[in-house]
């Protein structure tokens, strides 16, 4: 069936140094995907979007890059800082035409000192 | 604009017992979703509603009922409290013109 999965489910990286978060997702249908935020007690927040005629976007110190060949999607946070610790998860629309996510089961970002 | 607004912020219920999770939002978001969250796991989508009167089933509806009776609210209703139950939810509102989701601070329930 419809899935989104996480290569790593934790990643601990230095501060300052850049993050690369995978995401794999299987529906080759899927128009839009989303990257999470999610940190300890708080709801996800919106980091950063793509659509699937996309394969890079670039916002305030991340970048989104999607490769439909083999239907893979990272997010890459550059000079990780202590704030940046946080769950990660990747969603994306599933079939065509509907607005509900598929969200992956994330990827805990550890920040070391 | 205070977003999307969740309450309670946690609960213990009994097996068997029955509560209703309110979920409100201001923005005018005609679609709006109910996710649980096990730990160390996804969101898996309960209930969502396209708009005031309309709402369809999604990944795992069993246990639960919604009702959509205005733009605003959106609540989520447990009739027999179970175990499996035990979750944090997060209701979500979503803004169709940029696919962009808007999510509570989520609801702790414990069921004991």
């Known amino acids: 069936g419809e899935s989104v999965g996480l290569h790593l489910p934790t990643l601990s990286v230095q501060e300052g140094d850049n993050s690369i978060i995978n995401c794999a997702y299987s529906?080759?249908?899927?128009?839009?995907f989303i990257w999470y935020k999610q940190e300890s007690g708080k709801g996800p927040q919106f980091i950063i979007d793509i659509r699937s005629n996309m394969d890079k976007r670039q916002g305030q110190r991340v970048t989104v890059l999607l490769n439909k060949t083999v239907k893979h999607l990272s997010l890459q946070i550059a000079a990780t800082q202590p704030g940046d610790s946080a769950v990660y998860f990747c969603a994306e629309t599933g079939n065509t035409g509907t607005y509900k996510y598929i969200f992956g089961t994330g990827t805990r970002l550890k920040v070391l000192a | 604009n205070a977003g999307v607004t969740q309450t309670p912020k946690f609960r213990i219920l009994k097996i068997g017992q029955s509560m209703t999770l309110q979920c409100t939002q201001d923005m005018n978001h005609n679609y709006m979703y109910w996710y649980r969250q096990d730990p160390g796991m996804g969101l898996k989508l309960i209930y969502y509603?396209?708009?005031?009167?309309?709402?369809d089933k999604g990944e795992v509806p069993n246990g639960y009922n919604v009702s959509r009776s205005t733009t605003e609210d959106f609540p989520l209703r447990l009739e027999l409290a179970a175990p499996s139950q035990t979750s944090v939810y997060f209701c979500a509102s979503q803004d169709t013109s940029n696919y962009g989701y808007t999510f509570g601070s989520g609801t702790r329930l414990t069921v004991v």
């Open positions: 509603s396209v708009g005031a009167g309309i709402t």
């Open positions: 529906n080759s249908a899927s128009d839009y």
